[in-house]
Each structure stands twice: as structure tokens, then as C-alpha cells.
């Protein structure tokens, strides 16, 4: 297969990568890190150096990937709002990284998506619930799941299908920040494990852990107030 990975100097997007490279697939990774991606380029995959919020130079970088088989957006960041002061421009930020950069990259890959491929976008379980502080990022990954669900809808006509990974906690340099006990951390070889079968086996949503998610899931039909009420309990701890 032909695949191209964004996020893929660091964490998920990497092991991804480095997994798909092993099996003998040709891997085009993105990210902005040089001297990361120059450690790509060694171990085989082919690295592309932008900056995802920059529309047009995404468009230029993408511009000559005409036969992708797979494409993982999993670029991203996270950031916390301080309970106490909301920050617009923080949250500008994580929306930008999360949400615009996504849409930039499918804008650019948008005229070359072939039938038979698959488009998939790296959201997060965390916006099944109403986590303190988590405004920003949760609510900017529970547009990406949207996005997933409305282009799977569109692009049914041009025979591409559209995943949305949602994994619990990942241990990686974006979860190293948190100061908080992080329930059923993986590794990245994990996640890329996980994320791989969703995709052999076509699931429109490759939710993981298994059990995590599930207790998310359930949670998140409970009334709104006793989400809040948990949420509120788990940040007071
Ligand atoms: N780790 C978790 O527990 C977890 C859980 C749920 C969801 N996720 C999601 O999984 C994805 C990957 O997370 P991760 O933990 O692997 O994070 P990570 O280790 O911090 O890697 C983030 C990657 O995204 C790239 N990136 C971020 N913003 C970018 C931008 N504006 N333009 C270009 N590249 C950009 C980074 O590039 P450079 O480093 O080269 O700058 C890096 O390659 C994210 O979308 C995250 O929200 C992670």
C-alpha cells in the first residue's frame, strides 16, 4: 500500500508509521520536526517537512501524492484550559491544530483520493465526557469524530471509506505533560496495533482500549448533571 501519515515524527503517528514501514509498505510521513524526520528518512519512510495550519503550503506538499491507499491524520495537540480564566487564544490554538489543520490536509489530498482508499482521522475518547479543563481539546475532538461521520456520508460516492480512531490514553510525548493519573495507559505499539486491525477490518469507529472505552461509553448515557457531577469529583481528587 501506498500511505501517508501526518503526525508521524512523534508518538502514535511514528510507531505507525515505523509498523506499516516493517511490513513492506511505501510510508510518507509528515511532520515538522527536522531533525525527527531526518531519523524517519533512515529507517525508510519518506519524510514531508511542513506546517499543517498553513493552507497553502500543505496544498504544495501534498500536491504530487496521487495514489494513496490509506491516509492516517493523526497531527494533533493538546492543551488545557485553566478552570479559573478561559483562554481564547488557547483555545483558537488547539482547534487550529486539531480541527483546521485536519481540514487543511483534506482540502490538499481531497482531488486525489482514489476509490477503494481509506481516510482516517485521529480523534480521542475524551469527548464522551465532560472532563474538567478539557474544553478545548475535547470539544475539538468531538468535531473531528463529526467530520469522520459527515465525509464518510459524502464520500461514499467516491468509494472512500472514512474511520475515526478514538484511543484512551497513549503513553507519548503529548500525555508525558499530564500531571494526572492516566487509567489503562498503552504504549504506542499498542495503539498501532489496535488502530491497524480497525482498519483491516473496516470499523467506522476503532475505539480502544476495548474496556475503557466501553466504561466511557457507558458513562456518557448517564443524565448530563451526573456526568458533571463525576467529572467534577475525578478533578477534585
Ligand atoms: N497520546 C494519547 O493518549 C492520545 C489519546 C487520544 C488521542 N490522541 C491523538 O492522537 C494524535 C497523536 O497524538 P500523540 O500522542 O502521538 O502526540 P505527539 O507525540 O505529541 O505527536 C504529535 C504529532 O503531530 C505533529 N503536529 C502537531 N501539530 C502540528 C501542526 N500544526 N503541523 C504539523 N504537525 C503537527 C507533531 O509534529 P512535530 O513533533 O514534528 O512538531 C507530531 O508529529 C493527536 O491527534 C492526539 O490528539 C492521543
Known amino acids: 500500500m501506498n500511505i501517508l501519515i501526518t503526525g508521524a515524527s512523534s508518538g502514535i503517528g511514528k510507531q505507525l508509521a515505523l509498523d506499516y514501514v516493517a511490513q513492506g509498505h511505501q510510508v510518507w510521513g509528515q511532520g515538522r520536526n527536522a531533525p525527527r524526520l531526518q531519523a524517519l528518512a533512515e529507517q525508510g519512510i519518506k519524510p514531508i517537512q511542513v506546517e499543517l495550519s498553513e493552507l497553502n503550503q500543505v496544498r504544495e506538499a501534498f500536491a504530487d501524492l496521487a495514489d494513496l491507499d490509506l491516509i492516517v491524520l493523526a497531527a494533533g495537540d493538546c492543551e488545557y484550559l485553566d478552570p479559573q480564566a478561559f483562554d481564547a487564544e488557547l483555545f483558537a490554538r488547539v482547534w487550529q491544530n486539531n480541527v483546521q489543520s485536519m481540514a487543511n490536509c483534506i482540502d490538499a489530498l481531497w482531488p486525489n483520493l482514489k ?4 481516510l482516517a482521522l485521529v480523534g480521542s475518547l475524551a469527548h464522551l465526557l465532560p472532563f474538567s479543563q478539557a474544553g478545548a481539546y475535547g470539544s475539538s475532538k468531538a468535531a473531528v469524530d463529526y467530520l469522520a461521520l459527515a465525509l464518510g456520508t459524502d464520500l461514499k460516492a ?4 472514512v474511520h475515526c480512531i478514538q484511543p484512551g490514553f497513549v503513553k507519548t510525548p ?6 494526572f493519573a492516566m487509567p489503562n495507559l498503552i504504549s504506542p505499539q499498542q495503539a498501532s496495533r489496535y488502530i491497524r486491525r480497525g482498519l483491516v477490518k473496516g470499523k467506522a469507529r476503532i475505539n ?4 475503557f472505552s466501553g466504561i466511557l461509553h457507558a458513562l456518557s448515557c448517564l443524565p448530563a448533571r451526573w456526568q458533571q457531577a463525576l467529572c467534577q469529583r475525578l478533578a477534585n481528587k
Open 208 to 211: 480502544f482500549p476495548g474496556v
Open 174 to 179: 503529548l500525555t508525558d505533560k499530564n500531571s
Open 158 to 161: 467516491k468509494q472512500v471509506s
Open 115 to 118: 476509490p477503494h482508499s481509506q
